[in-house]
C-alpha cells in the first residue's frame, strides 16, 4: 500500500501570505496525486489533479508541483476564504489520502 | 448539476450491521466508479470502497475488507455500503465520491451521513 506523508499537520498564515504544503509518498506515485480544500462541516472540495491541473474553478493563486514520490501544494496571497483543511490524495495505486493540514490565521 | 445524497448513517452498536445508501442524479451513474470515503470526527480522509461501473470489481483498504461490501444498482443510480462487525473506530462521516473515471480522483461528493458505533 501506498502512504502519503503530509507536512505539516498545521499552518498559521497572515493574509497576503504564500504558503506551501508537502506530501511525500511512499513510493513513486507517476504525478498522480490530487489536493482538497474541505472546510468545517462541509464535503471537500476538488481544487487540483494530475499534480498541478486547476480544476474549473480553481482561482489562480492556488497551485502544485512535483515528480516521483515528492509534490507540494502553494497558496499565493492567502485570503480569508482560504482558511481551511487541505488534503492530498494519490491515485496511482488504488487511493491514499495525506493526513491533512490545517491552515489557519495568524 | 451532479448532486449525491447519502442516507441511512445513525447510531449503532458494536458487533451490529448497518447499511448506507447514496442517491445519485445529474450524470450517467452507470457510466463512473463510485467510491465511499470517510472522516472520523476532527480526523482526516479514509478512502474505504470502489466499485467499477458495472459493480464486477470491488477494492478495499485493508482496514475494512472483509467486513464491508460495496455495492450498485445502475437502473436506481444507487450506491450502498453494507458494514457488519461495526467497531467504535468506523464511527465517522461517510461521504458517497463519483470518481472521474476508472482508477481516477474523487471529482464530486456528496454532504455525507454519520455513523456513530457505540454501546
Known amino acids: 500500500d501506498i502512504q502519503m506523508t503530509q507536512s505539516p499537520p498545521s499552518l498559521s498564515a497572515s493574509l497576503g501570505d504564500k504558503v506551501t504544503i508537502t506530501c511525500q509518498a511512499s513510493?513513486?506515485?507517476?504525478?498522480?496525486i490530487a489536493w482538497y480544500q474541505q472546510k468545517p462541516g462541509k464535503a471537500p472540495r476538488l481544487l487540483i489533479r494530475y499534480t498541478s491541473t486547476l480544476e474549473s474553478g480553481t482561482p489562480s493563486r492556488f497551485s502544485g508541483s512535483g515528480s516521483g514520490r515528492d509534490y507540494s501544494f502553494s497558496i499565493s496571497n492567502v485570503e480569508s476564504e482560504d482558511i481551511a483543511s487541505y488534503y492530498c490524495l494519490q491515485y496511482d495505486n488504488l487511493w491514499t489520502f495525506g493526513g491533512g493540514t490545517k491552515l489557519e490565521l495568524k | 448539476e451532479v448532486q449525491l445524497v447519502e442516507s441511512g448513517g445513525g447510531l449503532v452498536q458494536p458487533g451490529r450491521s448497518l447499511k448506507l445508501s447514496c442517491a445519485a442524479s445529474g450524470f450517467t451513474f452507470s457510466n463512473y466508479y463510485m467510491a465511499w470515503v470517510r472522516q472520523a470526527p476532527k480526523k482526516g480522509l479514509e478512502w474505504v470502497a470502489t466499485i467499477s461501473t458495472s459493480g464486477s470489481r470491488t477494492y478495499y483498504p485493508d482496514s475494512v475488507k472483509g467486513r464491508f461490501t460495496i455495492s450498485r444498482d445502475n437502473a436506481k443510480s444507487s450506491l450502498y455500503l453494507q458494514m457488519n462487525s461495526l467497531k467504535s473506530e468506523d464511527t465517522a462521516t461517510y461521504y458517497c465520491a463519483r470518481h472521474s473515471a476508472p482508477s481516477n480522483w474523487f471529482a464530486y461528493w456528496g454532504q455525507g451521513t454519520l455513523v456513530t458505533v457505540s454501546s
Open positions: 513510493q513513486n506515485i507517476n504525478k498522480y
